[in-house]
């Protein structure tokens, strides 16, 4: 699991590439840690690259959600496949995310 995190047209953006499964979570979570203190700016997670997710991955996309919710921001999913676009509205997280 691959997360790269970058300001972009005044937004952050993290992209992620490879697996989200429970084996790699907690490094993707610090990593992804820097976005729990974006504020005045919209947060755009880019799943172009990301070919699954589970839910422990959910659980830190729902953390990085309900930050930035609490600071006024927006959270965005950019690029879904089809696989994690069937776990996100199976699990619900299609109808709590934004998408652009």
């Not at 429970?22 to 919209?42: H, I, Q, R, S, Y």
């Not at 996309?61 to 999913?77: C, D, M, R, S, T």
Request: aromatic content about 8%; charged content about 20%; overall charge negative.
């Amino acid at each position: 699991m691959n997360v790269t995190i970058k300001e972009q047209d005044g937004n952050m953006v993290a992209y992620l590439a490879g697996s989200l499964d429970t084996a790699a979570a907690a490094e993707t979570e610090k990593a992804m840690n820097p976005l729990n203190d974006v504020e005045g700016k919209d947060i755009i997670i880019d799943c172009t690259d990301l070919e699954y997710i589970s839910s422990a991955g959910l659980r830190i996309f729902l953390g990085i959600l309900q930050n930035a919710q609490e600071k006024g921001g927006h959270v965005y999913i950019k690029g879904i496949n089809d696989n994690v676009r069937t776990i996100f509205t199976i699990t619900g997280f299609s109808n709590i995310f934004e998408y652009k």
